[in-house]
C-alpha cells in the first residue's frame, strides 16, 4: 500500500543547532503540505507545495524555518537555528486532489 | 474564529458502551469533512470523507454523519484496539489544506 514516508522518526536536538527533516509522498501525489502538531492540538499548516512551487506558506516562520520540494517529488523541511517552542510532531501530508490527503508517521522534534 | 470545534475534549467508555463525537464547522460551502484517527506518536490515519448532508459512512465500529453544521461519529460497543485520538477536518476553500478540530481523546477501557 502506498504511504507518505518521513525520516527521521525521532529526532533530538540542542537550542541554537540546525536541523532536517525529510519526506517522500505518495507517488503521483503533486501537491505536498507540512504539518506541525503541538501535543493535544490538532496539526496546523505550516507550507503547501503543488508540485516543485509553495502555494501557501503564510504561516511558516521564515526567519528560522524554510522548505523545499525541488523537483517536485521529495521535500525537506529544514529548522535554523532550533528554540525550544519548536519541540513538536512534524507531520508530511500528500495529495491527489479534494478527498484524497494522506499523512506520514511524523517526526518527533525534541529541542534541549 | 475557530472554523472546526470538537467535542468533548475527552471521553472515556467501558468497553461495550457505544457513543458519540461530535465536529461542528463554520466554513460555507462544504467541500468536504474528513474524520482520521491518530494513535499515540503516528501520524493521522485516514477514516472518512463525507460531502453533503444526509451522508453517512461506516468502518466497523465507526460511523460517520454529516448535517449542515456538524457531524458525528458513532462508536457502537467499542473496544480497548478504538483508543485514540479522533480529529476532523475540514478545507475552508477550495483546494486548500485542511483545517483541524483539536480532536477527542478516546479511551476505551476493557
Known amino acids: 500500500e502506498a504511504e507518505v514516508a518521513q525520516s527521521p522518526r525521532y529526532k533530538i536536538t540542542e537550542k541554537s543547532q540546525a536541523v532536517a527533516f525529510w519526506c517522500d509522498p505518495i507517488s503521483g501525489h503533486a501537491t505536498l503540505y507540512w504539518y506541525r502538531q503541538i501535543l493535544g492540538q490538532g496539526p496546523e499548516l505550516l507550507v503547501q507545495?503543488?508540485?516543485?512551487?509553495?502555494?501557501?506558506d503564510s504561516q511558516l516562520p521564515k526567519d528560522r524555518f524554510s522548505a523545499e520540494r525541488l523537483k517536485g517529488v521529495d521535500s525537506t523541511l529544514k529548522i535554523q537555528p532550533a528554540e525550544l517552542g519548536d519541540s513538536a510532531m512534524y507531520l508530511c501530508?500528500?495529495?491527489?486532489?479534494?478527498?484524497?490527503?494522506?499523512f506520514g508517521q511524523g517526526t518527533r522534534l525534541t529541542v534541549v | 474564529e475557530d472554523q472546526v470545534t470538537q467535542s468533548p475534549e475527552a471521553l472515556r467508555l467501558q468497553e461495550g458502551e457505544s457513543s458519540s463525537l461530535n465536529c461542528s464547522y463554520t466554513v460555507s460551502g462544504l467541500r468536504g469533512l474528513f474524520w482520521y484517527r491518530q494513535d499515540p506518536g503516528k501520524g493521522p490515519e485516514f477514516l472518512f470523507t463525507l460531502y453533503s448532508a444526509g451522508e453517512e459512512k461506516e468502518k466497523e465500529r465507526l460511523k460517520a454523519t454529516l448535517t449542515k453544521k456538524e457531524s458525528f461519529l458513532h462508536i457502537t460497543a467499542p473496544k480497548p484496539e478504538d483508543s485514540a485520538t479522533y480529529l476532523c477536518a475540514v478545507p475552508p476553500s477550495g483546494n486548500t489544506p485542511l483545517v483541524f478540530g483539536k480532536g477527542t481523546r478516546l479511551s476505551v477501557i476493557a
Open positions: 507545495f503543488q508540485d516543485e512551487s509553495v502555494v501557501d
Open positions: 501530508a500528500s495529495s491527489a486532489g479534494p478527498g484524497t490527503t494522506f
